[in-house]
């Protein structure tokens, strides 16, 4: 093990914030079953995926400004991106209601469930139970049971120096349309798809919205990733910002990354917003988190080879910068360092 992996290793205890100290206590008083713990999912024997996931009401979501079917469809979706987030095929689901008596009595609990059924189905991810209980709050939980890819299963801790940092989609939107919604709660109570909004403003910011209320786990753009490169290189999802799976990868795998700011994609109306309210379009793209977009890292020549042997297919990912072997995930404008990415910056679950 060379100085500098070292150096990276020191430096990723020190930036460990308070959910993965927990987390780690947790993997010491398990035992050895603790190996399975620290990944999007749990990988276990007979190449099994497991991974559950909590919405709790005021936390996660506000039913003033949420449909409760874009709730259900975007309960199940952030579980499902945890299966893309390794690459592995969902096949189950179980869902756990915690909710006021009241809620257990109207019409809004069919239409959670109908939204979870919807994005269930589109998944070709089956429900097949899960529990209801009474609380003081709805908190919504689903695991998710699946298996890994036939090619392969990608992880956070398998990235290497050298390697490209490959992400899909775009970034900041999901942030964007939560402002949005928090300043306009009216443009979320429409009880149908999205399709339009109920005033102007909304519909410029239309997309920002939907990227917020409708996320799509990327499962088709992970198995095109793991059928170009087996288990040789990382993943996972951008659920707490672009900025936290950089780090979340660096740190897993002891290496560092080059990232070019101007190479990171952020959609139209996601620099239109920002710049609206005083905002750096890039710290909203990294910091602003639930994108639920892929973050990958994978060799150099198996991403040339997949960019002239499948260039449609390959074109869901773009390249945003480079793994190395030093001990800071560094910003990068084209070749000069603009400043390291901060770990206080990332959202925390447990504050």
Not at 9 to 21: A, I, P, T, V
Not at 215 to 229: D, G, N, T, Y
Not at 284 to 311: F, I, R
Request: hydrophobic share 40%.
């Amino acid at each position: 093990m060379n100085s500098s992996i070292s150096q990276s290793q020191c430096k990723s205890m020190e930036f460990l914030n308070k959910e993965q100290k927990l987390i780690a206590k947790f993997k010491s008083l398990v035992g050895s079953s603790g190996r399975f713990i620290g990944d999007d999912c749990a990988l276990l024997p007979g190449k099994m995926l497991v991974t559950t996931d909590t919405l709790v009401e005021l936390i996660h979501f506000d039913i003033d400004w949420t449909d409760f079917i874009d709730l259900g469809w975007k309960a199940m979706a952030v579980n499902l991106s945890d299966i893309a987030a390794m690459a592995g095929r969902p096949k189950y689901a179980l869902i756990v209601l915690s909710a006021p008596e009241n809620l257990y009595e109207s019409e809004k609990i069919i239409s959670l469930y109908e939204g979870l059924n919807s994005c269930a189905q589109q998944y070709k991810t089956a429900i097949v139970g899960g529990d209801i209980t009474r609380g003081t709050q709805l908190a919504i939980t689903i695991t998710i049971i699946g298996e890994t890819h036939e090619a392969g299963v990608l992880m956070r801790s398998t990235a290497q120096a050298g390697d490209i940092v490959a992400v899909t989609g775009d970034f900041g939107a999901s942030a964007a349309g939560l402002r949005i919604l928090q300043n306009n709660p009216k443009a979320a109570k429409r009880g149908d798809l999205i399709v339009s909004f109920p005033a102007s403003t909304d519909l410029q910011y239309g997309y920002c919205l939907q990227q917020f209320l409708r996320p799509q786990p990327k499962l088709e753009e992970s198995w095109s990733l793991v059928e170009q490169i087996g288990s040789r290189g990382a993943l996972m999802d951008s659920s707490d910002g672009l900025a936290d799976a950089l780090l979340q990868i660096a740190q897993s795998s002891h290496v560092g990354m080059h990232i070019d700011l101007n190479s990171i994609p952020i959609h139209d109306q996601t620099r239109h917003f920002a710049e609206s309210i005083n905002i750096n379009p890039i710290e909203l793209a990294l910091y602003g988190g639930e994108d639920y977009q892929l973050v990958a890292c994978l060799p150099k020549d198996k991403w040339l080879a997949w960019q002239q042997e499948s260039p449609i297919v390959a074109n869901a990912f773009k390249a945003i910068g480079t793994v190395n072997e030093s001990p800071d995930v560094q910003l990068m404008f084209g070749n000069e360092i603009a400043y390291k990415l901060d770990p206080q910056r990332i959202f925390q679950h447990i504050s």
